[in-house]
């Protein structure tokens, strides 16, 4: 995607991404037994997918839950049961980097998806 190394172009060339390549931005690593049937090292994080956060705050990290909203404009999940207090003391959805998870469960309700799935698992035999 990114043709320099200046961290100004990348960042310019996220921002201005079309949705189809920003949309493939927002993909995750696959659990080590997902990772294993479909031969797969990441794949993209769609709405009802469940996720483990492996980064950040003390408060979320090793957390699992299911995806609630997937934003590809900033690269941003929304997991269930990882929130933040606002300053009234009411929790809030804190959104957590696609980066930064890793998914644990597929949603496979879309037969496209699961078409995807299975063609990458017969090609790498």
Same mark, same amino acid.
């Given at each position: 995607m990114v043709e320099s190394k200046k961290a100004r172009k990348q960042r310019k060339a996220l921002y201005n991404a079309p949705n189809h390549v920003r949309s493939a931005m927002v !993909? !995750?690593?696959?659990?080590?037994p997902l990772r294993k049937e479909y031969k797969l090292r990441s794949f993209r994080v769609v709405k009802g997918d469940t996720v483990k956060v492996m980064r950040g705050d003390e408060d979320v990290l090793g957390l699992e839950g299911k995806v609630q909203e997937v934003d590809t404009k900033t690269g941003r999940i929304v997991v269930e049961g990882v929130t933040i207090a606002k300053a009234d003391g009411t929790q809030t959805?804190?959104?957590?980097? !696609? !980066?930064?998870?890793?998914?644990?469960?597929l949603d496979l309700t879309d037969p496209r998806r699961k078409d995807k799935l299975t063609k990458a698992k017969e090609a790498s035999q």
């Amino acid at each position: 995607m990114v043709e320099s190394k200046k961290a100004r172009k990348q960042r310019k060339a996220l921002y201005n991404a079309p949705n189809h390549v920003r949309s493939a931005m927002v !993909s !995750s690593h696959l659990d080590e037994p997902l990772r294993k049937e479909y031969k797969l090292r990441s794949f993209r994080v769609v709405k009802g997918d469940t996720v483990k956060v492996m980064r950040g705050d003390e408060d979320v990290l090793g957390l699992e839950g299911k995806v609630q909203e997937v934003d590809t404009k900033t690269g941003r999940i929304v997991v269930e049961g990882v929130t933040i207090a606002k300053a009234d003391g009411t929790q809030t959805a804190r959104p957590v980097h !696609s !980066s930064k998870v890793m998914i644990t469960k597929l949603d496979l309700t879309d037969p496209r998806r699961k078409d995807k799935l299975t063609k990458a698992k017969e090609a790498s035999q």
